[in-house]
Structures are given as C-alpha cells and as structure tokens.
Nanobody
Framework: QVQLVESGGGLVQAGGSLRLSCAASAATFSRYAMGWFRQAPGKERESVAAINWSGFSTTYADSAKGRFTISRDNAKNTVYLQMNSLNPEDTAVYYC????????????????WGQGTQVTVSS
C-alpha cells in the first residue's frame, strides 16, 4: 500500500511558476514509477508527466514540454513537478500517482493516487 500526499498548489499569475511535491509513504518508493496528472472542471483526467523508478526516463504531455519538469528524490520518497510559464489553461487539480514497473501516461495503469492539489492560474 502506498499513500501519496501532494502539496505546493495555489494561486499564481500567468507567467509564474509553482513546484508541486508528492510525498510517498512506501518504504519501497524507488520501485515505483510515478506520474503527475491533472483534471480541469468538466474534463477528463490527463497525463502531464511521468518518470521511471530511477528518474532517468521521463515523458511529458505536449502541453507540458519545455515548461514543466518532473523529478524525484528516492532518498526523500518524493516526486516533484516544477511548472514554469504557467497559463490559465493549466488551471486544474493536480494529482500524483504510483505504479509498479515502467512509467506510463495512462490513468488506468496507476494503482495509487493522492488527493490532489489545486493549481489556479489567473490571467
């Protein structure tokens, strides 16, 4: 069982930055691939970025490429999402998720989810 707790969301102006953190309870955190997803009102949950167990393999949604960076610190059981150049279209609840084995951008591949953190970008 893995418990995930996100933090770092908030209100930011367009063009600003936020860093989201996701702390995991699992002692075997380094065995899990991690993903960041987001869900805006009335829309489906979508992948933002994913990272493999070691941190050496990452993938990003087209909307995140060049602006967002996913990283992890296995010693701290934490995964991060650095978000730069934010725009109002990035407004959503952001979730982190964990799965065994390889990274994935598919919602259904993930076994454990955090409660989410709200990110609001004002224009």
């Amino acid at each position: 069982q893995v418990q995930l707790v996100e933090s770092g969301g908030g209100l930011v102006q367009a063009g600003g930055s936020l860093r989201l953190s996701c702390a995991a309870s699992a002692a075997t955190f380094s065995r899990y691939a991690m993903g960041w997803f987001r869900q805006a009102p009335g829309k489906e949950r979508e992948s933002v970025a994913a990272i493999n167990w070691s941190g050496f393999s990452t993938t990003y949604a087209d909307s995140a490429k060049g602006r967002f960076t996913i990283s992890r610190d296995n010693a701290k059981n934490t995964v991060y999402l650095q978000m730069n150049s934010l725009n109002p279209e990035d407004t959503a609840v952001y979730y982190c998720a964990a799965k065994m084995f390889g990274r994935s951008t598919e919602v259904l591949d993930y076994d454990y989810w955090g409660q989410g953190t709200q990110v609001t970008v004002s224009s």
